[in-house]
């Protein structure tokens, strides 16, 4: 068994058994699937996101296997994720329980639980309007280059996200947002990986993640070389060449995508 708790709940499970105390919290699903549950509870006046994982059961297990996924076992994947990031010096959640029981991996129960993020909003929500209504440049180009710097050293860290989206990136509110004040923090880490050196396979999945989920934010052919220059760190023309192919398999498959979901809105049109 692992286990860790801090304030609030060091206090308030103190001399009770934080697996059955886990149970008995409820609050509002924000997701439920694959054995994975994320729902969010109060404490003492304050939000925090609940995440409990049980057992999958070994077919679950090797039908990711077989289909060269690998299978989320548990909450310590995600807290080992945010360990790293901590020490990358990347703002993520913060852990204030853990536990883990159990060791047949088809059958394990864990539990995270991290404070609230508030005030936040999502990239994926703070750019939605930008195609209709675009932001200062300054602003845009900013914020370009930060989340460029954090998936660089988010990568440099040895931890790839496997869901490196806009949404998955929340700009902290509690003032407004300018070219100088820009906190991010990365998030939903449940299925990332983390090794000594992320390999090209996975860092270019991530990028692609990253960009098919910006295509509908109007971003300009510049903007687009920015991040790649500020993401590799290396003149543009020397990005151009060494990552020739990726660029290119990038362009098609959001293409792919973009007439995959044209086909979608013509069909349900139609109905």
């Not at 703070?126 to 370009?144: E, G, M």
């Amino acid at each position: 068994m692992n286990l860790f708790l801090a304030e609030p709940l060091s206090t308030l499970w103190a001399g009770k058994d934080p697996f059955a105390e886990v149970e008995t919290l409820q609050g509002p699903v924000y997701r439920q699937k694959e054995g994975r549950k994320v729902f969010r509870v109060e404490l003492f006046g304050r939000g925090y996101f609940v995440k409990l994982h049980r057992g999958v059961g070994w077919g679950e297990i090797f039908k990711n296997l077989l289909s060269f996924r690998l299978p989320v076992l548990g909450a310590r994947q995600e807290l080992s994720a945010i360990r790293r990031l901590e020490q990358a010096g990347i703002a993520t959640l913060n852990p204030v329980g853990f536990g883990q029981r159990g060791f047949n991996p088809a059958r394990q129960f864990s539990f995270l639980i991290t404070e609230e993020l508030a005030p936040t909003i999502s990239l994926e929500d703070f750019c939605q309007d930008w195609a209709r209504t675009p932001p200062p440049v300054a602003l845009k180009r900013a914020l370009i280059g930060r989340v460029a710097q954090i998936v660089r050293d988010m990568h440099a860290a040895g931890l790839n996200h496997r869901d490196c989206y806009l949404c998955h990136f929340l700009l902290h509110t509690d003032s407004p947002p300018t070219p100088d004040h820009l906190p991010l923090s990365v998030i939903d880490l449940h299925r990332s990986q983390v090794r000594t050196r992320v390999p090209l396979r996975w860092r270019d999945k991530d990028l692609a993640g990253l960009y098919f989920s910006a295509l509908g934010i109007g971003l300009t052919r510049s903007d687009k070389l920015r991040f790649l220059r500020a993401y590799f760190g290396k003149p543009l023309r020397q990005v151009l060449v060494e990552e020739a192919s990726v660029l290119a398999w990038m362009e098609r498959k959001a293409a792919r995508i973009q007439a995959r979901d044209q086909r979608k809105i013509a069909e349900g049109e139609q109905r």
